[in-house]
């Protein structure tokens, strides 16, 4: 069945000049609290997007039909597929115009320094990524690819379309100090599991490390709705990635 969004798909036609990111909020965030956070570097801000700019961006998603069916693959040391719809943005690819412009505001140098400062990254490179999960989907507990230096997750979905009890809150998961990121423990073995908030217009920034684990429980959503989230991954800047981004790009085109 192919999936429809309850929201509203509007058209969107640019008439007046709208900002996205709240920079004046950005720029607040304590980069020593940040740094200081257990069990790793994580932060779960509100409101890192302006009222406007976010209604636009929830009302104007990018149709599921153009991402990638990405479901049963297997991960490393034996950890649960992480089942979803996904879709990477690749260089003048058609979505919606305000995603276009909240991308554009998202390469700024002035979104890039805070970034640079909480992970103490010199000159980070961007992807851009959405992720749709549906019912049934889950994030095992995993830590990220060591590549990264960690990753920026703004969530879509908003009390209007979204019950709580359905889940998909990003939960940082604390191992004490002692477990292999080459291993698949369960959400049970973590001696601490903290849910972020996930719902409205909120973002979780996470530092990418040995403990830096984190995942979500299985989706109760109904049929016709989905998790619906969109990543910046924040990567070092390195030649050979942007080759082989830019390869993945040309077969994502294809299509």
């Known amino acids: 069945?192919?999936?429809?969004?309850?929201?509203?798909?509007?058209?969107?036609?640019?008439?007046t000049m709208t900002n996205y990111i709240d920079f004046e909020k950005l720029e607040a965030l304590d980069v020593a609290d940040f740094r200081a956070k257990k069990p790793y570097p994580w932060?779960?801000?509100?409101g890192l997007i302006t009222a406007e700019g976010y209604k636009l961006l929830c009302e104007n998603m990018p149709d599921v039909a153009m991402f990638e069916k990405n479901f049963g693959y297997e991960r490393r040391a034996g950890q649960q597929p992480h089942d979803r719809y996904s879709l990477e943005y690749v260089e003048g690819m058609a979505i919606p115009q305000p995603w276009e412009e909240f991308i554009n505001e998202l390469r700024s140098d002035r979104y890039r320094n805070v970034i640079a400062k909480l992970f103490e990254?010199?000159?980070?490179?961007?992807?851009?990524?959405?992720?749709?999960?549906?019912?049934?989907?889950?994030?095992?507990?995993?830590?990220?690819?060591?590549?990264?230096?960690?990753?920026?997750?703004?969530?879509?979905?908003?009390?209007?379309?979204?019950?709580?009890?359905?889940?998909?809150?990003?939960?940082?998961?604390?191992?004490?100090?002692?477990?292999?990121?080459?291993?698949?423990?369960?959400?049970?073995?973590?001696?601490?599991?903290?849910?972020?908030?996930?719902?409205?217009?909120?973002?979780?920034?996470?530092?990418?490390s040995p403990r830096g684990?984190?995942?979500?429980?299985?989706?109760?959503?109904?049929?016709d709705r989905m998790r619906q989230?969109?990543?910046i991954v924040v990567n070092p800047s390195s030649l050979f990635w942007k080759v082989r981004d830019k390869l993945i790009g040309k077969q994502i085109q294809r299509l």
């Open 43 to 46: 932060v779960n801000p509100e």
């Open 213 to 223: 684990w984190h995942g979500v429980r299985e989706i109760t959503c109904p049929e």
């Open 121 to 208: 990254a010199d000159n980070p490179e961007f992807r851009f990524h959405w992720h749709y999960a549906p019912r049934g989907a889950s994030v095992s507990p995993h830590c990220d690819s060591k590549r990264e230096y960690g990753s920026h997750l703004f969530y879509f979905n908003t009390e209007d379309d979204w019950d709580p009890a359905w889940g998909g809150e990003t939960l940082v998961l604390d191992d004490g100090g002692g477990m292999d990121p080459n291993s698949a423990p369960a959400f049970e073995d973590f001696k601490q599991i903290i849910p972020c908030k996930s719902l409205g217009n909120v973002s979780a920034i996470l530092e990418r």
């Open 1 to 15: 069945m192919r999936w429809k969004s309850s929201i509203a798909h509007h058209h969107y036609r640019h008439e």
């Open 229 to 231: 989230i969109f990543i």
